[in-house]
């Protein structure tokens, strides 16, 4: 027979052996694990939506807290489900008021998300992959290979863990100190455009977290062909991020400029759904001494616009060790800043934030690599030795 177990140690055995994760699921998905727990088809849309809520509107990190849902029904659902968030690893604080988390979610997949505060406005920048696979060659992201995409929940999960932070709950709350999110950390969210779209369909939700569309802004260094998709099924703000107009120096600076090259890569804007003067889009530009930042770039760069409502977000370049390029002097920025600005668009200069912890653009970087799948089983091995152990512990 076996031997009796304390409840403790049946929580910790069940825990191992994965329940779901409800945060992250589309509705849809949420819906069928309902049913595929016996949650009656006539009560799953409701209990979902009461899910839905308490999850997205309330942060409801336990089922236990769910006080509107009977005790029976969330004890089922403590047995088959978990609401998980990627775990905080370290949370600093800049001198200007900058947060940079580093998360974690299974055994070696580390990933930043920043909070920039602003008078008025919080931005929250958050990941799309561990590592990247696009080599910018000013990115500090860049040196680090991709390790694998975000999931939905990892995406979401960012979202979720900076608003728990920030006091921002319930999410119906005024004076919220996220107002905006950006796509804008590491990774190409294009080369990971269903967890990506999935996740801003949650961000998005009226019902839940509550982001409009319009305050969500996606970056891509040139994704083309997945551009207008990017419009029409995530409906969110579109950056570029196009540091030069000049082919022969886009191709050294963001390589995929080899492959999508700059007319298909402005056309592609041109054609952006949804564009229009109310809803410009953002070309980023980084400003490389020497590089990028003459005078004659700046009148070329508003000749290659011509014609698509743009803003244009000149960013100083932020150093990180061992990168092989220069800020531009300050004074060369403002004289850049000052045609652009001449040729009607709006240019404003990027003010650095959170440098002093690493946080700025281009400044991202989690330690982990890509294992072996030999190396990975190894890990997950140690990792699961090291809760059966904790199970083993007395309550
Ligand atoms: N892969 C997407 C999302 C990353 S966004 C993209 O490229 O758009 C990060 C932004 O910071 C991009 O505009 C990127 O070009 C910019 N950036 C990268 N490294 C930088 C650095 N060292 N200094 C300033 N900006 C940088």
């Given at each position: 027979m076996a031997p009796a177990m304390s409840s403790s140690a049946r929580d910790k055995i069940s825990e191992m052996t994965k329940r779901t994760n409800?945060?992250?699921?589309a509705p849809a998905e949420l819906h069928a694990a309902l049913l595929a727990v016996g949650v009656p088809d006539k009560a799953a849309a409701m209990r979902a939506r009461q899910l839905w809520n308490w999850i997205y509107?309330?942060?409801?990190?336990?089922?236990?807290?769910?006080?509107?849902?009977a005790k029976d029904f969330r004890a089922k659902m403590a047995e088959s489900f978990v609401l998980e968030r990627p775990q905080v690893v370290t949370e600093q604080i800049s001198n200007d008021g900058t947060r940079k988390w580093l998360l974690r979610t299974d055994p070696g997949i580390e990933f930043e998300t920043v909070f920039i505060p602003e008078p008025g406005r919080g931005t929250l920048c958050i990941s799309?992959?561990?590592?990247?696979?696009?080599?910018?060659?000013?990115?500090?992201?860049?040196?680090q290979k991709l390790v694998r995409n975000l999931t939905p929940s990892e995406i979401v999960g960012q979202v979720v863990i900076a608003r728990e932070a920030l006091g921002?709950?319930?999410?119906?709350?005024?004076?919220?100190?996220?107002?905006n999110v950006v796509l804008?950390?590491?990774?190409?969210p294009l080369y990971n455009f269903d967890n990506v779209r999935q996740a801003m369909a949650l961000v998005s939700d009226g019902d839940g977290l509550a982001f409009s569309k319009r305050r969500i802004t996606l970056s891509t260094a040139g994704v083309v062909p997945m551009i207008a998709r990017a419009g029409h099924e995530i409906g969110c703000s579109l950056a570029i991020s196009?540091?030069?107009?000049r082919d022969e120096v886009r191709d050294v600076i963001v390589p995929i400029n080899r492959k999508y090259p700059l007319r298909e890569l402005l056309a592609a804007c041109r054609a952006?759904?949804?564009?229009s003067n109310a809803r410009r889009i953002t070309f980023e530009y980084v400003m490389l001494k020497g590089v990028n930042d003459s005078l004659a770039d700046a009148r070329e760069l508003v000749r290659a616009i011509r014609g698509i409502p743009a803003k244009i977000n000149l960013i100083p370049f932020n150093p990180w060790p061992g990168a092989p390029y220069e800020c531009s002097d300050w004074e060369q920025i403002e004289k850049f800043a000052e045609i652009v600005n001449r040729a009607g668009y709006a240019s404003p200069v990027r003010t650095p934030r959170g440098r002093d912890i690493m946080a700025?653009?281009?400044?991202l970087k989690s330690e982990s690599v890509k294992l072996r799948a030999s190396e990975r089983a190894a890990a997950e091995t140690l990792a699961q030795m090291r809760s059966d152990e904790l199970a083993r512990l007395p309550s």
């Open positions: 409800l945060v992250g699921l509107v309330h942060g409801a990190r336990d089922f236990g807290a769910m006080t509107n849902l799309s992959q561990v590592g990247c696979t696009l080599n910018c060659r000013f990115c500090h992201t860049g040196t921002d709950w319930p999410s119906t709350k005024e004076n919220r100190r996220i107002t804008m950390g590491m990774g190409e196009l540091h030069s107009v952006y759904p949804g564009v700025a653009c281009g400044q």
